[in-house]
C-alpha cells in the first residue's frame, strides 16, 4: 500500500498569509508512461463531504479561486494557499490514485492564526 | 446531486443496504463508488463500479461482506454490507468518479453521507 503522509497536523496562519501543507507518498505516484502524477487534493469543511481542489497534482478544478495552487513530482507535494481567506479553514487532504488501495493523507486542519 | 439513505444503527453481524439517488447528470456515464469516513479520521474508498457494472474494486477489509452494485434506469447506486463490524462504523458517501478508466478514483461530486453505527 502506498502511504500518505501529511505535514504539519495543524497550522495555524493570519488572514492574508500564505499556507502550505506537505504531502509525502511512501513511493512515486508519477506514471512514467503519461508523466502525470496521480495525486489530488481535497477540502472538508465541518459537517461536509470533501470538496476536490485539485487533480493531476496541480491541475485546479473549475470554480477553485486561483490562490490555491498544487505543486510537486514523485513523492513531493505541496497545495499552497497564496492569500489565506476566512472561508479556507478546514481539513485538507491529498490522495493518491497511482494504486488500489486507494489511500489518502491523515489530514492537515488549517486554521486562522 | 447525490443523496444517500439507509443509514442507521445495527448490531455486530447485522446487515444493512445503503442507497444513492443521482440526480442532474447522466449516471450511466460515470464510475461512482462509496467513500466511508470514520470519526475523526481520513476517507477510505471502501467500494468502486464500472459505468456497465461489469468491473468492481473492494477494498480488502470488506471484500466478501460488502456488495456494490448499480440501477442505470433509475439513477442508483447500493451498497449491500453484511456481517457487519464496529469499524464498519462511519459516515458513508456516494462519490461520483470520472467517465474515463483513469479518472475512475476521482470524486468530483459526493453525497451529504449517511452515517452508519455498528454497536450493540
Known amino acids: 500500500d502506498i502511504v500518505m503522509t501529511q505535514s504539519p497536523d495543524s497550522l495555524a496562519v493570519s488572514l492574508g498569509e500564505r499556507a502550505t501543507i506537505n504531502c509525502k507518498s511512501s513511493q512515486s505516484v508519477l506514471y512514467t508512461y503519461d508523466s502525470q502524477n496521480y495525486l489530488v487534493w481535497y477540502q472538508q469543511k465541518p459537517g461536509q463531504p470533501p470538496k476536490l481542489l485539485i487533480s493531476w497534482a496541480s491541475t485546479r478544478e473549475s470554480g477553485v479561486p486561483d490562490r490555491f495552487s498544487g505543486s510537486g513530482s514523485g513523492t513531493d507535494f505541496t497545495l499552497t494557499i497564496a492569500s489565506l481567506q476566512p472561508e479556507d479553514v478546514a481539513v485538507y487532504y491529498c490522495q493518491q490514485f497511482y494504486s488500489t488501495p486507494i489511500t489518502f493523507g491523515q489530514g492537515t486542519r488549517l486554521e486562522i492564526k | 446531486q447525490l443523496v444517500e439513505s439507509g443509514g442507521g444503527l445495527v448490531q455486530p453481524g447485522g446487515s444493512l443496504r445503503l442507497s444513492c439517488a443521482a440526480s442532474?447528470?447522466?449516471?450511466?456515464?460515470?464510475?461512482m463508488s462509496w467513500v466511508r469516513q470514520a470519526p475523526g479520521k481520513g476517507p477510505e474508498c471502501v467500494a468502486n463500479i464500472k459505468q456497465d457494472g461489469s468491473v468492481e474494486y473492494y477494498v480488502d477489509s470488506v471484500k466478501g461482506r460488502f456488495t456494490i452494485s448499480r440501477d442505470n434506469a433509475k439513477n442508483s447506486l447500493f451498497l449491500q454490507m453484511n456481517s457487519l463490524r464496529a469499524e464498519d462504523t462511519a459516515v458513508y458517501y456516494c462519490?461520483?468518479?470520472?467517465?474515463?478508466?483513469?479518472?475512475?478514483?476521482?470524486?468530483?461530486?459526493w453525497g451529504q453521507g449517511t452515517l452508519v453505527t455498528v454497536s450493540s
Open positions: 462519490a461520483r468518479g470520472g467517465d474515463q478508466w483513469l479518472l475512475r478514483y476521482v470524486w468530483n461530486y
Open positions: 442532474g447528470f447522466t449516471f450511466s456515464t460515470y464510475w
